[in-house]
Each structure stands twice: as structure tokens, then as C-alpha cells.
């Protein structure tokens, strides 16, 4: 016989306890869950994508950069090929990622093809111009500076994040 | 712009500065050419695509105008006009038409704008990044017809 004899009373109780704990963590469980549902979820912006520049090979020059990634319309999935111009700052050694989507209309801006005003991005739609390091040119029509891509450099290559608009310096 | 209902409202509210209609022109036939036309279809969808991912803010991309290849050539050219004569009225300043089919290009004398007209290339056998890459150099030559026809006025 052993010692600690189990009364009703205690079996009881204690199963009581443990099938009462069960459903209780059972209802707590997806409660918890989706109270903290925002700090797990993967961070969308946060995806970089590699591109086939070489870090090392980026000069002052302005150079175009494709990189594709898989979009979703709906239930259509296709594969998107987006632009950069990326250059790397010689006052600062910074490297620059500049979307080519105007921000007029959207069009592509093309860096240094119109004559007259060498050495700024182009927009061959309604003629907008932005400096080098993205800033829209007064006087002409778009009103904000060109997106900038965040970017990180991984065994050499660079990988572009999702462009951001630029905040004002 | 591309036919969806954003950015057709995008272009209603900045006509002045999205004037330039582009309508590709695909033909449809059947039997032994079936293969041929959606060759054709293929490619121009691809370049109009990419035309307007350069032009966004200028252009607007129509739906394309698709005709039977056995139908009387007079009937599908007055069809064309009837969209020719309510794109004028929607206050668009240049009609561009883009086409692979070799019969328009005798009738480009009755329509209102310019008609391009690219030889279709196969793109069947081609990787993406070979497509991609033929498709960006096409673009690039028609850009500068563009850029030019709108500097004109």
C-alpha cells in the first residue's frame, strides 16, 4: 500500500484542474495568437531582391540595373522587370538607387539623353527633369523627387528592397 | 496607362497631358495560320506592354482591335474608323496604331495617325532575358518615333 493514498475528493480535483487547463489554454491559445499576429508577420518592404550588378563594378555614372520578381494581380501571377539607376556618390562613396518611374505621370526617366541639359534623369513624356541625386528640376513637371530603393549588398551583388518615396532632407 | 479603371480615371483627369491614343491591331485566322496570329498577338502585346511602361504618362494603351483575317478588308477598316472618329472626340491629340499584320500597311493612308508596322519575330524558343532584352531594343527604336512625332507640336 502506498503512503499518499489519492482520496475521491483530490482525483477529483486535480483532473478537474488539468481538463479545466486544457480548455482554457485551448481558448487563450488563438487569442494570444492573434494579438501578437502583427509583431510575427514577415515584414513585406523588407524583401530584397538580387540584382546581376557587381557592387564593386558601380561607378559615378548613372547605370541601369533590371531586376524581376514575381507579382500577383489577383489570381494572375507574371513576372514584373523593374528598373534602377544606380550610381555611387564619389563625395560621399555612397551608393544611390533611384527609381525610374517619374512622378508626374509614371513614365521611365532615362539618364543623360537630352542635350541641352546633360547629366540629369530625362522624362521624354512632358520633358521633367531631375538631378542626379533624384531631385525634381523647378520649372518643370513633376513635383517630387525620384523614389529611392533601399538597398543591401550581399556576396557582392546588390539587392534592391521596394522604393520608397524620399523623405525631405 | 493601361485600360484598367484607375488609370483610365488618371487619364480623364490629366487629358492635356495623356493625349496620345496607342491601339495595337491583332487579326485572327484559323487552320494552317492559327499559329501564325497568335505569334502575332504575342509579340505585339508584349512590345505594347512594355511601350507603355516607358510612356505610362502619356500614352494610352487601348484595348486591342481584333478583327477576322477573312473578313472583307473595306468593312474591318471602316470598323477601325468608327473607334479612329470617338478617339478624336475624346479630346486625344495623336492616334497611334502598332500592328504585325502586313495588310495595313496599304491602308495607312485613311487613317487619322501613324501606323507601325513591326514585323512579328517568334518568340517561342526564346528564355526570358533573351525576350526581354530583344523586346527593350524594339522599344527603344520606337521610342525615338515618339519623342519625335510629339516634339513636332
Known amino acids: ?169 | 496607362m493601361k485600360w484598367i479603371p484607375q488609370e483610365v480615371q488618371t487619364t480623364l483627369d490629366a487629358i492635356e497631358y495623356v493625349d496620345t491614343a496607342v491601339i495595337p491591331i491583332y487579326s485572327i485566322a484559323f487552320g494552317g495560320e492559327m499559329k501564325q496570329s497568335a505569334a502575332m498577338v504575342e509579340f505585339i502585346t508584349l512590345l505594347t506592354s512594355h511601350l507603355e511602361r516607358q510612356f505610362t504618362g502619356r500614352i494610352l494603351l487601348f484595348p486591342p482591335f481584333t478583327y477576322l483575317k477573312s473578313e472583307d478588308s473595306e468593312k474591318v477598316l471602316s470598323e477601325l474608323i468608327k473607334w479612329e472618329d470617338n478617339i478624336v472626340k475624346s479630346d486625344f491629340k495623336h492616334i497611334v496604331y502598332i500592328t504585325s499584320e502586313l495588310d495595313w500597311r496599304s491602308h495607312e493612308q485613311s487613317l487619322g495617325g501613324p501606323l507601325l508596322w513591326l514585323p512579328s519575330i517568334p518568340l517561342e524558343d526564346m528564355n526570358d532575358s533573351q525576350k526581354i532584352g530583344l523586346i527593350d531594343s524594339q522599344v527603344k527604336q520606337i521610342s525615338t518615333f515618339f519623342t519625335q512625332k510629339w516634339n513636332e507640336n
Open chain 1, 1 to 169: 500500500m502506498s503512503k499518499e493514498r489519492v482520496s475521491r475528493r483530490q482525483f477529483l480535483s486535480y483532473t478537474l484542474t488539468g481538463v479545466g487547463g486544457f480548455m482554457a489554454a485551448g481558448m487563450l491559445m488563438p487569442m494570444v495568437r492573434f494579438a501578437v499576429d502583427p509583431v510575427l508577420k514577415a515584414e513585406g518592404g523588407g524583401d530584397f531582391i538580387a540584382t546581376k550588378q557587381k557592387v564593386s563594378e558601380l561607378t559615378d555614372e548613372p547605370v541601369r540595373v533590371d531586376f524581376t520578381f514575381k507579382q500577383k494581380d489577383a489570381w494572375y501571377e507574371s513576372e514584373v522587370t523593374n528598373t534602377a539607376w544606380v550610381y555611387r556618390d564619389k563625395s560621399t562613396d555612397k551608393i544611390v538607387a533611384l527609381s525610374p518611374v517619374c512622378k508626374h505621370l509614371g513614365c521611365t526617366v532615362n539618364w543623360n539623353t537630352d542635350k541641352e541639359h546633360p547629366n540629369q534623369f530625362f522624362c521624354p513624356c512632358h520633358y521633367g527633369r531631375y538631378e542626379k541625386n533624384g531631385k525634381n528640376i523647378a520649372g518643370t513637371p513633376p513635383l517630387a523627387p525620384l523614389d529611392v530603393y533601399p538597398f543591401k549588398e550581399k556576396d557582392g551583388f546588390l539587392y534592391l528592397g521596394k522604393a520608397e518615396p524620399r523623405k525631405e532632407a
